[in-house]
């Protein structure tokens, strides 16, 4: 794969458990040649939890990218105007944010960074990752599998026996799903063990 002529708008939002792989796969874009943009919800930069500091994750991965990250929803509607990107991916998506997108909600700078790139017709990957999958958020996903220019990081469940309704994207696949999504192809099979 080679990614040199594409900006991907790498959006980040709270599953705070899948943010190591996230900086891992934003890593491996920039290596991959792209020139990564990343973008933070409010969530991701700003909450200290248990797996880091917010503060050191956002320095961290601006700095594996080389690019100063958006942070704020006036920073991220020029995206859609200005034509910035080539394709976005929101890597991880949690159910809160996979709930406003398939709502129309745009309250963080990921969701209007997604918003904005959408209205040029361009693709949007999402790596799902949420403890409600197989819950409240089933209809969302499903609804946004049938939306144009989505297209899915494949995913499976984390834990059947303690979290039965949680699903997590195969954030390894990302690269792969993004290179077929800017073919407009939906890498198969999407749910997986």
């Known amino acids: 794969m080679d990614f040199s002529n ?21 890593a491996r874009l920039k290596e991959l040649g792209a020139n990564v943009i990343p973008i933070f919800s409010f969530n991701a930069q700003s909450c200290d939890t248990r797996f880091g500091r917010a503060e050191e994750f956002v320095e961290e ?29 929101i890597a991880p998506c949690t159910g809160n944010s996979a709930a406003k997108l398939c709502s129309g909600i745009t309250d963080t700078p990921v969701l209007m960074a997604a918003k904005a790139h959408m209205r ?18 089933f209809k969302n996903i499903g609804a946004l599998m049938n939306m144009k220019n989505i ?19 195969k954030m390894e ?7 077929l999504a800017l073919q407009g192809k939906q890498i198969q099979p999407v749910i997986r063990a």
């Open 6 to 26: 594409y900006n991907i708008g790498y959006g980040i939002t709270g599953s705070f458990c899948t943010f190591a792989k996230a900086k891992w796969e934003a």
């Open 61 to 89: 991965i601006c700095a594996l990218t080389g690019n100063e990250g958006i942070k704020t929803i006036s920073q991220a509607e020029p995206i859609g105007p200005r034509g910035l990107l080539d394709i976005m991916a």
């Open 120 to 137: 040029n017709g361009k693709p949007l990957v999402l790596a799902i990752a949420t403890n409600d999958a197989l819950g409240a958020n």
């Open 151 to 169: 297209y899915f990081v494949p995913f499976g469940q984390d834990s059947c026996t303690g979290k039965p309704n949680s699903m997590v994207a």
């Open 173 to 179: 696949l990302l690269p792969e799903t993004i290179e």
